[in-house]
């Protein structure tokens, strides 16, 4: 039995396991559920019934990105995506918190967008908004045009960073990040290229609209 990862192709911390399974040459299986609709499987193997969730050999799941790349981890496979040294282990930790949290918003703003007219909230469209536009600057001063966000090789800061800036770019695609941050499109520009990440473009989905 191989490792299952449950996944939706739109989504960024999915993308985020799922590149790090490919710059790891781990074996998977992909299995597609839909968080959003009655039939998902998600609260069924996790309790907060989001994905990604990663079925391992023994049948144990582990869910939330960033645990999962931690449990591939000890897998030993590299290369490594977490460093061991405490002060870069927080740096990368850090830029990974920071890039997730904008792929949080973006996941807030279209689920707002989906609702009934009358309910969607504007000012919660706005905060939701605000905090895009501060994270992509924050990441953009953080990388300051250099290759990497820490190190010399590839990290999960990297990953996540590469992975908000494409689901902003597929769900919320008039954010001209591109003219503010010019590091920040050498970067995803270079990421995208890895066969990784061509390999996991993520795939906009309707979702069912929650009032
Ligand atoms: N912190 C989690 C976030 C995962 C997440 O928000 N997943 C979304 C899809 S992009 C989901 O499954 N949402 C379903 C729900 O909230 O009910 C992670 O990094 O894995």
């Known amino acids: 039995m191989t ?6 192709k739109p ?3 999915a993308r985020k396991v799922r590149v790090a399974l490919r710059e790891k040459w781990i074996e998977y299986e992909e299995v597609m559920d839909v968080p959003w609709n009655p039939d998902t499987k998600a609260p069924s193997l996790n309790p907060l019934g989001k994905i990604p969730i990663l079925i ?12 999962i790349i931690e449990y591939l981890e000890t897998l030993g496979q590299d290369p490594q995506l977490i460093p061991r040294e405490p002060t870069e282990r927080v740096n990368v930790r850090q830029i990974e918190a920071l890039a997730d949290g904008v792929s949080d918003a973006v996941v807030l703003i279209v689920l707002e967008s989906k609702r009934r007219a ?12 605000a905090k895009v536009d501060a994270g992509l600057k924050a990441l953009s001063d953080m990388l300051k045009g250099r290759t990497w966000f820490v190190g010399d090789h590839i990290t999960v800061a990297d990953i996540a960073a590469a992975c908000a800036l494409a689901y902003v770019d597929t769900r919320i695609p008039d954010v001209a990040w591109r003219t503010k941050h010019p590091g920040l499109v050498a970067f995803s520009n270079r990421l995208e290229s890895r066969p990784s990440f061509a390999a996991t473009r993520p795939e906009p989905q309707d979702i069912v609209p929650l009032n």
């Open 3 to 8: 490792l299952k990862l449950v996944i939706a």
């Open 118 to 129: 009358d309910l969607i909230s504007q000012d919660w469209l706005t905060r939701q908004r």
């Open 11 to 13: 989504s960024p911390f």
């Open 56 to 67: 391992c050999e023994d049948g144990h799941t582990v869910f939330d990105s960033s645990v």
